[in-house]
């Protein structure tokens, strides 16, 4: 059974910084690519960014770039989200996702990702 695990999220003020991490159990992540969604509080999931394990090839959103990096760390078989310079608009669930089909174009449809972790929430103040 694969199992995503989100953690890290927290309450930082605009303009701090906040780490989120992924870790996998079940599975490992390399030959998938690792991508990064959020949720605010009645908007729609929307893409963050990805990873691929195996190139390390990145793809942000416009709103994140520059301001967000994802990485990976193999001997923990963990990725990270690193956000700094946050705003509030930045406030949302963030949930970690695998998707086995490799790196492409499509990175940011959520719809191929098969595994979603619980989410972790992040929450910017003014």
């Known amino acids: 059974q694969v199992q995503l695990v989100e953690s890290g999220g927290g309450l930082r003020q605009a303009g701090g910084s906040l780490r989120v991490s992924c870790t996998a159990s079940?599975?490992?992540?390399?030959?998938?690519?690792i991508g990064w969604f959020r949720q605010a509080p009645e908007k729609e999931r929307e893409f963050v960014a990805a990873?691929?394990?195996?190139?390390?090839?990145?793809a942000y959103a416009d709103s994140v770039k520059d301001r967000f990096t994802t990485s990976r760390d193999s001997a923990r078989n963990t990725v990270y989200l690193q956000m700094n310079s946050l705003k509030p608009e930045d406030t949302a669930v963030y949930f970690c996702?695998?998707?086995?089909?490799?790196?492409?174009?499509?990175?940011?449809?959520?719809?191929?990702?098969?595994?979603w972790g619980q989410g972790t929430q992040v929450t910017v103040s003014s």
């Open positions: 996702a695998t998707e086995p089909r490799g790196w492409g174009p499509w990175v940011e449809d959520e719809d191929i990702y098969d595994y």
């Open positions: 079940g599975r490992t992540f390399s030959s998938y690519v």
């Open positions: 990873i691929d394990w195996s190139s390390r090839s990145t």
